[in-house]
């Protein structure tokens, strides 16, 4: 079973930073790639960014320069670096990963449960 499990969110202050974790567990022999989408109370889930197991990376241009997402491909951990927060930046953030391989099968598609980040002075 491919579980996502993200960590690193919390409460911080404007213009502050946070880094989130995502770690997919299981007999994973590949992920093609892993996004973070993030969905503040009463708004829909948003796409935030995408990384490829190739490297590729794309963002939502509203967070462009100021959001970077990295992993570790051997590890099979996302990261999303956050900087100069906003309280609009208020929201739960999901870790979401497509096509993943395991050695028994193929999954379209697996979610974490989310991690809460606040940002408020």
């Known amino acids: 079973q491919v579980q996502l499990v993200e960590s690193g969110g919390g409460l911080v202050q404007p213009g502050e930073s946070l880094r989130l974790s995502c770690a997919a567990s299981g007999r994973i022999f590949s992920i093609y790639a892993m996004d973070w989408y993030r969905q503040a109370p009463g708004q829909e889930r948003e796409w935030v960014a995408t990384?490829?197991?190739?490297?590729?990376?794309i963002y939502a241009d509203s967070l462009k320069g100021r959001f970077t997402i990295s992993r570790d491909g051997a590890k099979n951990t996302v990261f999303l670096q956050m900087n100069s927060l906003k309280a609009e930046d208020t929201a739960v953030y999901y870790c979401?990963?497509?096509?993943?391989?395991?050695?028994?099968?193929?999954?379209?598609?697996?979610w974490g449960q989310g991690t809460q980040v606040t940002v408020s002075s």
């Open positions: 990384i490829t197991s190739g490297g590729i990376t």
């Open positions: 979401h990963a497509r096509s993943v391989r395991t050695y028994d099968t193929i999954l379209a598609e697996r």
